[in-house]
């Protein structure tokens, strides 16, 4: 038999008895084994109350009462409990007989049906607490959910928020380019319309106009037939010549490069006086290494013709003192342009000269025109840019006027020179694989650079001009040559007149000073004693060398005359108060003897030599 505790709760009690209920399949010994315990327990009650009911009537009165009430209370509310158990036991006791009755087996199967009732009970208790458990789960997911998209659509709204400003703004703004669009087509519109009316108001003013022009072409008609038969009548008179001279003179004034400088269309040309000051060279002599210069036999330069080469037309060897006084006394006396070369040795003096005007305020670097010349041993291309600088430095200028190629016969002296009479010395050969157009590069670049303001060329022909005219890139500003009345390059002046080329005439006066050349030249005539030069000279009241002087002039032509006497240099220039009438033009271009003053006999054999008539006469 089973030991039960009697001191533990009733409760704990009923509970075991369910437990063995539950535990048991056989309900009976269930029974069997809780009715013992049930009588223990109600024995145990029955007898602990009279055990404490005895004890009470021991103790004081008062407090034993009092306990034993409460404790008799406390029994009583027990009661029940008992009472509920005794209920129980006849349900177990009707349990029990029923399983008496129908057998353990089907008590059994009540059991294990009460069992899989209970289980299926517990299941679904556990699928119920299960689904809770998901639901509760799902609950906290759906509220995780829930603020996730509540935050979501705070922060869609903000966005969406943002966007519909943007958007106002955006239609804000574009509202306001399409106003200002409407404007601008409105104002277009508005031009459009004013353009219109403008164009419709040119039309009738062009129409007017081309009716005008109509009209104006046929007075042009009308006047030009006039001025045709003007220029008929002129051609007819002996005034045409000047008319045309006129002209001339006035495009020259105008147009011309140096029209602007040439005021007086003439200056001193230096340049041979001091060629005789150079003392060293006055003792030579035509001997055997100059007369067979360069092989070639110069048959006919005598002794006297070399005198006046060396020591040039103006006489005795002039000194650098009597230079400068001929200078200041040229510029004194208004001339502006000074034509010198590296050959005539003088660069120096005239830069001197020239520095002594500037720096006392007479003359300003502006008011003069300096032109100076590539001497013919100076051409090797390579060479050119350095020797202009050093013409530069003598003339102690920043910028050359005018710039020529003295002569088209390159030459390479055989040792150092610094003149032809040295170089004759030395002895010298033909250059002749140079090429002028090379040289002319040259010059082209020191034009481009600042530092020859025009280039040109001097002593070519017809040919060299054109061929040197059609190669270049700069064209040719400007040929000396010799030029008067028995010399007049009709020519040349024809082609520079077509090539707008200005010319330029060395010995203007005919070289009075240079003596005839030998047996051969004793017939040549000088220009200052031609019979028609002294007639006009008695009919103008002027000298001859004015004459001629002005006639050039009146052809287009600037004129260099050279002179070291002071008397003459000035009356060279006072030929602007009188005009030679075109017949007396025409009688001095109609003079027809002919001879060069210059033969430049030393380079005669040369490829380049310009002189064609001298060669073919040879
Ligand atoms: P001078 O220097 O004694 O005056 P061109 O310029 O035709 O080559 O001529 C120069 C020569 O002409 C020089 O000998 C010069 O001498 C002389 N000459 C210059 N002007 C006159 C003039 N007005 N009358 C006469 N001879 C002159």
Redesign the pocket.
């Known amino acids: 038999m089973a030991h039960y505790h009697t001191d533990s709760s009733d409760d704990e009690g009923y509970e075991l008895i369910d437990n063995c209920i539950r535990g048991h399949a056989n309900t009976q010994s269930a029974i069997t084994k809780i009715e013992p315990f049930a009588v223990v327990l109600r024995d145990d009650i029955q007898l602990r109350a009279q055990q404490e009911q005895e004890q009470c009537l021991n103790r004081e009165e008062s407090n034993i009462c009092q306990e034993s009430k409460t404790r008799i209370a406390e029994l009583k509310e027990q009661m029940p409990i008992w009472e509920n158990s005794k209920a129980r036991r006849s349900d177990y006791r009707e349990q029990a007989e029923f399983v008496n009755d129908d057998g353990p087996i089907v008590y059994l199967r009540a059991a294990e049906k009460e069992a899989s009732h209970h289980n299926e009970m517990a299941l679904k208790d556990a699928q119920i607490e299960h689904l809770n458990r998901m639901m509760k789960l799902m609950k906290e997911e759906r509220e995780e959910f829930e603020t996730m998209v509540r935050k979501e659509r705070k922060q869609r709204m903000v966005h969406v928020n943002q966007i519909n400003q943007a958007k106002a703004e955006e239609e804000k703004i574009s509202k306001k380019t399409m106003e200002q669009k409407d404007k601008e087509i409105e104002r277009l519109r508005r031009i459009l319309e004013l353009n219109e009316i403008i164009i419709d108001e040119d039309t009738q003013k062009i129409n007017e106009l081309s009716n005008e022009l109509k009209n104006v072409k046929i007075m042009a008609e009308i006047e030009s037939s006039h001025y045709r038969d003007q220029v008929q009548a002129l051609k007819s008179n002996s005034d045409c010549e000047r008319f045309v001279q006129k002209e001339i003179q006035m495009e020259l004034q105008q147009h011309r490069i140096f029209g602007f400088r040439l005021t007086n269309y003439i200056a001193p ?1 230096i340049a ?2 001091v060629w005789g000051s150079q003392a060293s060279l006055k003792g030579l002599r035509v001997d055997d290494d100059i007369v067979k210069v360069n092989g070639v036999d110069v048959d006919g330069l005598q002794q006297h013709e070399f005198d006046w080469l060396i020591n040039g ?3 005795p060897a002039t000194d650098p003192d009597q230079l400068r006084a001929t200078l200041r006394t040229a510029l004194d006396a208004g001339y502006r342009l000074i034509d010198t070369a590296y050959l005539y040795q003088n660069e120096d003096i005239i830069g001197e000269v020239l520095e002594e005007y500037f720096s006392t305020g007479k003359l300003k670097r502006e008011d003069v025109f300096v032109t100076t010349k590539l001497p013919l041993f100076a051409m090797e291309p390579e060479a050119v840019a350095a020797f202009i600088k050093k013409q530069l430095t003598a003339l102690r200028l920043s910028y050359i006027d005018l710039y020529l190629i003295h002569t088209p016969c390159a030459v390479r002296a055989r040792g150092p020179c610094k003149s032809i009479p040295e170089m004759s010395k030395v002895g010298y050969d033909n250059a002749d694989d140079i090429e002028l157009i090379d040289v002319w590069r040259v010059l082209e670049r020191g034009y481009k650079d600042g530092l020859l303001k025009a280039i040109g060329v001097s002593n070519f022909n017809v040919r060299q001009l054109q061929d040197l005219y059609d190669k270049a890139e700069i064209k040719p500003a400007n040929l000396q040559i010799e030029l ?1 009345i028995y010399w007049p390059q009709n020519a040349l002046v024809q082609l520079c007149e077509q090539l707008n080329i200005v010319i330029t005439a ?8 240079k003596p005839n050349f030998g047996p051969a030249q004793s017939t040549v005539r000088a220009p ?1 004693h031609d019979e028609v030069v002294a007639e006009l000279a008695k009919k103008y009241g002027k ?1 001859p ?1 004015q004459i001629l002087l002005r006639h050039i002039v009146q052809r287009g032509i600037v004129a ?6 002071e008397k ?1 240099v000035r ?2 220039i006072d030929i602007f108060d009188f005009e030679l009438n075109a017949a007396d033009e025409t009688r001095l271009l109609a003079i027809d003897y002919r001879t060069r003053m210059f033969s430049f006999p030393f380079v005669r054999n040369h490829r380049h030599y310009p002189f064609d008539e001298l060669k073919s006469a040879e």
């Open positions: 040309r041979e006086v037309s103006a006489g008067h060395y010995s203007p006066i005919g070289a009075p000073g200052l000298t060398a260099i005359p050279k002179s070291t006497n003459r009356e060279n």
